[in-house]
């Protein structure tokens, strides 16, 4: 199975909500990882986990708290966002995260829109 | 920071005809990847290359990396509708992640 899975497909929330975006490979990655791309953009790396551990934080904005509960499992937990987050929010794993350069198997990706 | 660029931006061809899109960073490189996003998908991976002056072949498409390891190339032979996309090639950073570049979308004329 060379499949990650993200839910939902489409997410339409107001800046006052709270909402969470998952993400799942049962591929035996111990890297996971967050992007964000906007339209004709090239992805943008948010977060990455290693081991189930915060490896890398770019610098993101506290209304996006990310979490990993266990080796398959991403999650990307979203409050008080602004329009200006509305993007395409897209997963990511690969077999560790290293120099050594593994590919990384992406995610379908969840559509926010934020009014 | 380290900065990945490519050229062109956009390309539009003709069903039949040859497309390169160049990869550029500003730093060294350990190793360069490529993905290709499909319109409206995700980015898929589609080759690494690790040594320099490495050349792949995947069928009609011809990867190339720099003697230097700071560029990186993609030709495609005879383009069908098929190749449509955005070809990103994406390097890692110094903390072990990946710098996307900025991509090239290709569209193919039938």
């Known amino acids: 199975d060379t499949e990650v899975t993200q839910t939902p497909k489409h997410l339409v929330m107001g800046m006052t909500n709270k909402k969470s975006l998952k993400c799942e490979q049962h591929m035996g990655h111990r890297a996971m990882y967050w992007y964000k791309q906007k339209a004709k953009k090239p992805p943008e790396l948010m977060f990455v986990y290693s081991y189930e551990k915060l490896s890398i934080n770019e610098s993101v904005p506290s209304r996006f708290s990310p979490e990993c509960p266990n080796s398959s499992l991403l999650n990307l937990h979203l409050h008080a966002l602004q329009p200006e987050d509305s993007a395409l929010y897209l997963c990511a794993s690969s077999r560790t995260q290293g120099t050594s350069g593994y590919e990384q198997y992406f995610g379908p990706g969840t559509r926010l829109t934020v009014t | 920071g380290q900065q990945v660029m490519q050229i062109p931006q956009y390309q539009h061809v003709q069903e039949g005809e040859d497309f390169t899109t160049y990869c550029n960073s500003s730093t060294t490189l350990s190793n360069i990847q490529w993905y290709k996003q499909r319109p409206g998908g995700h980015p898929v991976f589609l080759i690494q290359?690790?040594?320099?002056?490495e050349v792949k072949k995947q069928k009609r498409l011809t990867f190339q990396f720099g003697e230097a390891k700071k560029n990186s190339s993609l030709h495609i032979t005879a383009t069908q509708t098929t190749d449509v996309g955005t070809y990103f090639c994406a390097g890692p950073t110094g903390r072990r992640a990946l710098t996307f570049g900025s991509g090239t979308r290709l569209q193919v004329q039938p």
């Open positions: 290359l690790v040594k320099s002056g």
